[in-house]
Each structure stands twice: as structure tokens, then as C-alpha cells.
């Protein structure tokens, strides 16, 4: 599985759009980039994943550019309630296959 | 559906005791998941199971640790002897199929003084 290496905190303002860069300079063929939220005292929760290009839900979008180096979690106009963890994992398969490795991940905190 | 039930949702033992955690995991999951997670270690992967058959358990740290899961609908993580270090917080995940997003239950909260 590929190594990830994430900022290990962001401070953002309400109404921000904030970009959390996630570097996965091994990621194989292979694989895919997704991402978790996790809140204090909650596991974490699946937020986007993507291949290559732009991938965007309801929540987020995922940029990811063309050597597949390194991905972007974009959080448009953010709340205090964003306020959490975000992980980047890279793995196998159309999701990271069973084996989820977490990193430390990105604390965003989101000021008022 | 109710997600992917834990209990205890806290649990305080003594060194030695055996200690045993429970998960529900979402109702048509072919695949369950237990992590660990600590301030040092952040989230660890114990083991993982898929159509109720052990596929990798690289991540249990020691002889003292074993899981099972008898049925679709159920697992437990049991520690024995437990120990001070053992202190953290358990996840279980569930998944539809092993490569699938991953649900996560609320996790047990374990003290071991």
C-alpha cells in the first residue's frame, strides 16, 4: 500500500473553501484515493474517492491530477462543523481493498 | 438500519482481567473490520474478516488478542490477559464487499488500570 503524507493541521474561517493536498508519490496502477472524516469521538466516515481527473459529490471534491502523485480534498464554503480529521488512503481496487492503513491525518479546525 | 452496533461503549478493567468487545456489523455486510486507535498509534487495522472467514490478521498485536466471528451478524475482539498499554479506543467497520467503503460503529472506549 501506497505511504500518504498529509499537512498534520489547517486553521480555516467559516465560509472558507478549504484544500487539504494529500502526497502518494508510490500509488500504483491500481489504485485509488479516498478519504475519511472522522469527528472526536466517532469512527471515521467516508467522504469521496477517486482515480484520476476531478471526482465531486454533495460533500466534497477530489482533484487529482494527471501523475496521480498527489490528490486534493476540496471543502467548499466550510462550517464550524467541518471541524474534524481528514484521512488520505490510497489502495487496491475501486475502494482501498479491506486493508485500510490511516495515517495521522489533517486536523482542520474551522474558526468562527 | 441502525449502522454497525458496538458494546460495550465503554469499559474499565484491571490489569489481567479478560475483556470482551461485541460488534453488530449493518445488516447484509459481507465484511467486518476491527481497528484500534491511540494518540501514539493513531488508527490501527487488528484484523479483517469476509463472509465470516479471518483474511488478514497481521495487524493483532500479540497472542493475546483473538476475534471471531461465529455468524454474519456478529464479532467479538477478546483480550486476554489485558494490559495498561491495551488502553485505547476499538473500532469495528462493516462493508458490503471487502473492497467497498467502509461503515464505522461508535467504538469502545477501553481502560485498562
Known amino acids: 500500500l501506497a505511504k500518504t503524507t498529509q499537512p498534520i493541521s489547517m486553521d480555516s474561517y467559516e465560509g472558507q473553501e478549504v484544500n487539504i493536498t494529500c502526497s502518494h508519490n508510490?500509488?500504483?496502477?491500481?489504485?485509488?484515493i479516498t478519504w475519511y472524516q472522522q469527528f472526536p469521538s466517532q469512527g471515521p466516515r467516508f467522504i469521496i474517492q477517486?482515480?484520476?481527473t476531478k471526482v465531486t459529490n454533495e460533500v466534497a471534491s477530489l482533484f487529482i491530477p494527471a501523475d496521480r502523485k498527489s490528490s486534493t480534498l476540496s471543502l467548499p464554503r466550510v462550517s464550524l462543523s467541518d471541524t474534524a480529521v481528514y484521512y488520505c488512503l490510497v489502495g487496491e481496487g475501486s475502494s482501498n481493498t479491506g486493508k485500510l492503513i490511516f495515517g495521522q491525518g489533517t486536523t482542520l479546525q474551522v474558526k468562527p | 438500519d441502525a449502522g454497525v452496533i458496538q458494546s460495550p461503549r465503554h469499559e474499565v478493567t484491571e490489569m489481567g482481567q479478560e475483556v470482551t468487545l461485541r460488534c453488530k456489523p449493518i445488516?447484509?455486510?459481507?465484511?467486518l473490520f476491527w481497528y484500534r486507535q491511540t494518540m501514539m498509534r493513531g488508527l490501527e487495522l487488528l484484523i479483517y474478516?469476509?463472509?465470516?472467514?479471518?483474511?488478514?490478521d497481521s495487524g493483532m498485536p500479540e497472542d493475546r488478542f483473538s476475534a471471531k466471528m461465529p455468524n454474519a451478524s456478529f464479532s467479538t475482539l477478546k483480550i486476554q490477559p489485558s494490559e495498561p498499554r491495551d488502553s485505547a479506543v476499538y473500532f469495528c467497520?462493516?462493508?458490503?464487499?471487502?473492497?467497498?467503503?467502509?461503515?464505522f460503529g461508535p467504538g469502545t472506549r477501553l481502560t485498562v488500570l
Open positions: 474478516f469476509n463472509n465470516n472467514v479471518p483474511i488478514d
Open positions: 508510490n500509488i500504483a496502477t491500481n489504485d485509488y
Open positions: 445488516s447484509g455486510h459481507n465484511s
Open positions: 467497520a462493516s462493508s458490503f464487499q471487502e473492497q467497498d467503503e467502509q461503515f
Open positions: 477517486g482515480y484520476k
